[in-house]
């Protein structure tokens, strides 16, 4: 079956994947090599030396094209790479107009790494519009939307904002690390290229680090893949073979993602010593519409602050848990959670972080497929000692 006619739960299993040509394996093999014989020079099977292309990788690579609805897949040594590549498309003197409220170490490469090189980036929020059109000029070459973002879970019209971008000939990059392909496609929202921290969601099993691109313009794509291979931040075939088992399960781990996120969502909203519930599946969500349009569901993210808004308070919470393990990074089937101000998000300066609402007693949870009513009964029970 073509892959396009595939639905989404037969698209993590199948798409760009076949048995290996020369074995029969059913599972795509780990191709452990740098580099490929050629019978006369320039006679090879189609892989000369695995910076360029690697089969392991490729599998993944097709494999993610397809769930994104994309033509091209490209995976890197993690997502930060893979933005790094986004960003080596500019030159100096271009202009970005990013998202104020998104990941820190997005924010770090744009601040720290790249204004350096002379790009410019330009903080909006993007639930206006107005907002992103005013900050647009002659040299705004890419919009950086993230969506939902982290960790304040606003929602940002995909559709929309690539309106503008199509209109000012300027390229929409969309980060879909929080949503995956199972809640929305952003390329099929009009967005040029898609963005993944496969360390999160796609891997599933927070055993790998990895990012991935996906696009549908051939020539694009011809310059991403340059990139990829001049600069050279690919991974290896064992992590593509691991993301490429972890993706298998995608659509039922996120599903029970979705369902914990409902329920946990609804706990802690209604609980006595929690002040702001962050999750776009309520209906008071500034940008609740525009979640259910653009996604299936509203995923197992979800962002609180406490009573009073004290720092010390939070700190309680989180080393009180037993189940919720405090740590960096989301998207693996156990629940993580962690501090934004000190932990993801500490290289934003605390007015920049404030303002877009990262208070001192924000706790950022990724809610995992354990049984739920265990999580609630953690959550409960760390709260109480607060
Ligand atoms: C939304 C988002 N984008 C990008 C990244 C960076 O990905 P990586 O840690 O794989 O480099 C992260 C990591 O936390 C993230 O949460």
């Known amino acids: 079956m073509a892959n396009d006619k595939m639905r989404f739960g037969t698209k993590v299993i199948h798409a760009g994947l076949s048995p290996d040509p020369s074995t029969g394996a059913v599972m795509t093999p780990i191709y452990q090599t740098s580099t490929y014989h050629q019978k006369t020079p320039g006679e090879h099977k189609g892989f000369q030396y695995s910076r360029t292309s690697n089969p392991t990788r490729k599998a993944l690579e097709d494999n993610l094209a397809a769930l994104e609805n994309g033509k091209f897949g490209l995976c890197f040594g993690s997502g930060l790479a893979a933005i790094d590549a986004v960003i080596k498309l500019l030159q100096a003197g271009d202009e970005v107009i990013s998202t104020n409220d998104l990941y820190g170490g997005s924010y770090r490469i744009f601040t720290k790494i790249f204004a350096r090189f002379g790009i410019k980036f330009k903080f909006v929020p993007m639930n206006s519009i107005t907002a992103i059109e005013a900050a647009i000029s002659p040299n705004t070459k890419l919009i950086w939307v993230e969506t939902p973002t982290n960790p304040m879970m606003n929602i940002i019209d995909i559709a929309a904002v690539s309106a503008v971008a199509k209109t000012n000939n300027v390229l929409l990059a969309v980060d879909n690390t929080f ?11 009009g967005a040029d290229i898609v963005m993944h921290s496969i360390t999160k969601y796609l891997g599933g099993h927070s055993d790998v680090v ?19 291979n001049s600069s050279g931040a690919v991974c290896g075939p064992q992590d593509s073979f691991l993301v490429l088992r972890g993706i298998k399960t995608l659509h039922l781990r996120m599903q029970r993602h979705c369902e914990n996120g409902r329920v946990i969502a609804h706990f802690l909203k209604t609980h006595p010593k929690v002040d702001q519930v962050y999750w776009p599946g ?34 309680k919470v989180m080393s009180s848990f037993t189940l919720f393990t405090l740590a960096e990074s989301l998207g693996g089937v156990e629940s993580l959670v962690c501090h934004p101000a000190s932990m993801t998000h500490a290289s934003i300066p605390k007015e920049e972080r404030e303002k877009s609402g990262i208070l001192e007693s924000l706790i950022r949870l990724s809610v995992g497929v354990e049984d739920v009513l265990d999580l609630q009964e953690d959550l409960e029970a760390a709260l109480e000692l607060a």
């Open 210 to 228: 990895m990012g991935g691109l996906i696009c549908k313009d051939e020539a694009l794509a011809k310059r991403l893949y340059f990139i990829q």
């Open 282 to 315: 309520f209906e008071d969500h500034a940008n609740h519409n525009i979640a259910k349009k653009q996604m299936s569901d509203f995923g197992g993210m979800i962002s609180f602050t406490m009573k009073g808004n004290r720092k010390e308070d939070a700190f």
């Open 179 to 189: 949503a995956t392909p199972y809640l929305q496609t952003p390329l099929d929202l």
